[in-house]
């Protein structure tokens, strides 16, 4: 179909057909991008209304809270501490120790890292609220940088050293690691969840962690509360 031939009941239909094949928050992600299109044509005069207009968002609450116990995050950095496959290791341990988005980390540069001061500047256009960070590193996230073997050598701090390329995905060996370590359902981006709920832990505000994880307002870090206390 034309996008101006398109009528509301075929678009709730397809939104609702998404529900077979992929999760609600995609779906939703689908219909927004589809609403953005009539943004866009309506705003260049090529359709006179949106049949996309109205119709609602699931708003599923998906979110998945899977943090590590202490046994499990014993066996888990023993494990990462002696893999075999150190630049993918390093990455993990860096994003445990930092509480980064996976794409931050794995576009960290070298030319971003203040030693002196124990930063990491993550610039705008690589964060996710586009605003300026900077992420103070802990003595775990100093002693990943010692032993990458990156510096000097390439832009990126986390680089196959089979593609001498910057690492853009880190999925398949941290399927493994976890495996290894007999840890189920657990994901990338709850390493995150574990370095916002083990800093509130250890005592810092709920302030601070919105500041250290970056959220966009100390609201998203609230969701971390329950689970320190």
């Known amino acids: 179909y034309r996008l101006d031939q398109l009528k509301r009941h075929q678009i709730e239909t397809w939104h609702s057909g998404l529900l077979s094949t ?51 995050l014993q066996t888990l950095m023993k494990i990462l501490q002696n893999d075999r496959n150190r630049h993918v290791s390093n990455a993990i341990i860096f994003l445990l120790a930092t509480g980064l988005r996976l794409n931050s980390c794995l576009t960290a540069e070298w030319k971003n890292i203040d030693r002196k001061n124990k930063t990491l500047t993550i610039e705008a256009i690589r964060s996710k609220n586009r605003r300026r960070l900077v992420i103070p590193l802990n003595s775990l996230a100093m002693s990943v940088l010692d032993d990458l073997s990156t510096e000097g050598k390439y832009a990126h701090l986390f680089v196959n050293p089979r593609t001498k390329q910057r690492l853009t995905t880190i999925s398949k060996t941290f399927k493994r690691i976890m495996a290894d370590a007999k840890i189920e359902n657990f994901r990338v981006h709850d390493c995150r969840h574990c370095f916002c709920s083990y800093a509130l832990q250890s005592g810092r505000s709920i302030a601070e962690v919105s500041q250290l994880a970056g959220h966009s307002s100390v609201q998203v870090t609230m969701r971390y509360a329950h689970f320190a206390k």
């Open 22 to 72: 992929m999760s609600g928050a995609s779906a939703d992600h689908a219909l927004k991008v589809l609403k953005f299109m009539y943004t866009k044509i309506l705003e260049q005069g090529l359709c006179q209304d949106s049949p996309a207009k109205g119709v609602k968002l699931f708003s599923f609450d998906n979110r998945i809270e899977r943090y590590l116990n202490d046994s499990e």
